[in-house]
């Protein structure tokens, strides 16, 4: 029998997490699930003639909230409007970076009463609300990595809000077709593990993306995680990280095995009542850069 040195610190793959993965501050907007339902069907998750069950979901998110909390991510709250059940969905809500707000237009008129609800509380903050010109759904769609925000299109945010997004922002913006309607938005089908980029920075699903877009993908990242049908049908790539932390679907285990192997500290949350609507961690998460 041979022995081996095993080294003192925490190797990359441990459950601790690699040292050099470090912590960035967050601030993100929730909407509690008190009116969460599934009552109309605008994406393939949705079955409204399954009953749900609010008490559950009201458990499942607010753990969430409280491990976001533990890793000391500051959590604010808009108030959940009646009639309005897929507002848990804070993503969609709009797209916040640098003091401006960018408000969200929703293509499915079920949702549409979101808007001035989320705008409003951007306002009450202080925020710039920039109206939008066309339909976007907020960082459903958009997504910030380094000083690039790439943009989701195909199913609900349309190319031209990829126009205003870069002309409010001042950023470059890198559009993306998704291509499979279980992931409909860019967010369902493409996760930021690390928004300052580098390597090993983002994680997504090649096959939700056409063929163009998968292109881009490989250029940008040549050394991104790719997970299985099984992990983002579980949405997996919904999840949200600190850099360091990565709070995502206890469902998606492959994805954690390999966010561990990066680096990452996963840290598993069970949201499958809310996946009834079609949306998962990141779905119920809207980052605040202010
Ligand atoms: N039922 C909602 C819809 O179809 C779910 C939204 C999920 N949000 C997200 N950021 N992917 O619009």
């Not at 994406?43 to 409280?66: C, F, G, I, S, V």
């Not at 009450?124 to 690039?148: F, H």
């Amino acid at each position: 029998m041979t022995l081996v040195d095993i080294p003192s610190a925490a190797p990359a793959g441990s459950a601790a997490g690699d040292p050099a993965r470090l912590a960035a501050p967050k601030r993100v907007l929730m909407c509690r699930p008190e009116h969460f339902t599934v009552s109309y069907r605008i994406n393939p998750w949705m079955h409204p003639t399954q009953p749900t069950d609010t008490a559950r979901a009201l458990r499942q998110w607010t753990d969430l909230r409280e491990t976001y909390r533990r890793l000391g991510i500051d959590v604010e709250l808009v108030a959940p409007r009646p009639g309005l059940p897929d507002m848990v969905y804070a993503a969609n809500g709009g797209f916040v970076l640098d003091g401006v707000a960018l408000g969200p237009r929703f293509r499915h008129v079920e949702r549409a009463s979101e808007a001035p609800a989320y705008m409003g509380w951007f306002a009450e903050r202080g925020l710039r609300v920039v109206e939008p010109t066309s339909y976007n759904e907020g960082e459903g769609d958009y997504l910030l990595v380094g000083d690039t925000i790439f943009a989701g299109t195909g199913f609900r945010s349309d190319r031209a809000s990829h126009a205003q997004l870069g002309r409010v922002f001042g950023r470059e913006v890198v559009s993306l077709r998704l291509v499979d309607p279980r992931f409909y938005h860019l967010d369902t089908a493409f996760a930021v593990l690390d928004s300052a980029g580098g390597p090993r920075s983002v994680a997504y699903l090649p096959q939700a993306f056409d063929r163009a877009s998968r292109r881009i993908l490989a250029d940008r990242f040549p050394d991104a995680l790719t997970v299985s049908e099984a992990d983002a049908t579980v949405l997996g790539l919904n999840c949200f990280s600190d850099g360091r932390n990565v709070v995502v679907a206890a469902q998606a285990t492959g994805f954690a095995r390999d966010l561990a192997a990066a680096g990452y500290v996963a840290h598993p949350v069970d949201l499958s009542e809310l996946l009834r609507g079609g949306g998962g961690v990141k779905c119920c998460t809207l980052e605040l850069r202010w």
